[in-house]
DNA sequence: GACATTGAATTGTTCAACACTTGACATTGT
DNA sequence: ACAATGTCAAGTGTTGAACAATTCAATGTC
């Protein structure tokens, strides 16, 4: 039988995963500052669980923990982004020249992930959007073949996102992306690593812009009690 | 017992401080398990805060949770090892090639490391004399000025130390590793940052190539009740 | 207005209890 | 013998209540 697939989860998990979608989706915003006792209450657990829950998000980096003082959602600074897309850059362009040796097996899924991402934009469905482009450059690092790095690029990637799903979509058209990832793939496919890799870095500083921008356009305060 | 040092942050940092220490001090061998109840009475605290320890710890990868199973030291693949070196290697030589920018603050910082780890390796101290080489290897990828890349690399680090602490010395003299770090450190003032980089390679493989032997050499098991 | 004081609210920590899982051992049936 | 099954102790997972420690805002004093 297959053990991995049973539902063996622990509490403790599965509230860190509900709250990490919440946050990633938005539906949380950074800032908002979470309450112990009343979210224990609305998830039905006890409190020891949901500061186990807390703890695991907090070492993700998409809760901040203020001794005595609770948690709440992190917020990128400007620096905070700069920083990310340092990493990004370093990580995903030696990814795609390393793709020559390990381009087989990932290929097929990036064409799904190019084609989710393609249809939700036509549905207008953007936090879907979101999650195929950054699913699209997670796979770039597979290219890499080491666990630790995608488990810490996913970390990246949850923090981007975090700040991703507030922009704006009446003023900024995600359709316009679709062009670039479709010929970085075909780029990759054909084997012109050099290139791919150039457009990709173009790609990047295009993409950290458009989010430092939004960033600065919503001033957003320190620790707000409450938000949405 | 150790209640002494216990009072400055949360007492569940602290514990996981505690045990992190142990763990890289080699006290707490690879595979050892460790029991919530035992744990908390020998440190003075209660079974919630040995567990919220225990979670810190096994996501920064030194502990190994089994649901219902327990916790226990993590142990080192010789494929972990592969892994963590191509990080090494991936991380590493871009910084020191990054150098030229940001090298006047660290230069001190590298010479004291430089210089601790000499001195250890005289007094025969090798606990000491690996935690001095792996800060001087830290040390270098603060020229890349990135946090977020600072605390994963100390994340590698811990890994490979928890292996490293285990080098039987007898049959491994680190003192013949001093011409290396000083020859890095050399080739990083005078700038020569491409023969730095070459050099550092080498350094790195071998590096490797020593801990590998080490580790085929002591057969561990997978989940040994207690070791030591 | 600046500054101590109080006190409610919230987090940090402990404790005891129970449910659930695991692994080892004993029992059964063949 | 021996494999399947049942039993049981030990350990983890989770809960709920309690208390300690800290923060923060409101109050009172000078």
Known sequence: MERSQIHRVSVADQVASVLRQKILSGELRPGHALQEVPLAASLGV???TVREATR???LEGLLKRSIHRGVAVSQLSPKDVQEIYHLRRMLEIPAVLAARGSRDGVLPELKAALEGYEQS??????????????????????FLQNERLESFYQKLIAEVRM???????SHDDPGRLI????????LLTAGKLKQCAALLSQHL???EARLTSVMVGQGWKKFPKSVG
């Open 179 to 186: 062009p670039v990832h479709r010929k970085i793939y075909q």
């Open 121 to 142: 934009v036509s549905e207008k469905d953007w936090l879907q959007a979101v999650s195929y482009d950054l699913q699209f450059h997670s796979l770039l690092i597979r």
């Open 46 to 48: 006890s409190r020891n």
């Open 56 to 58: 695991i998000l907090s």
């Open 205 to 207: 500083d295009d993409s």
């Open 163 to 169: 700040g991703m799903v507030l922009v704006d979509r």
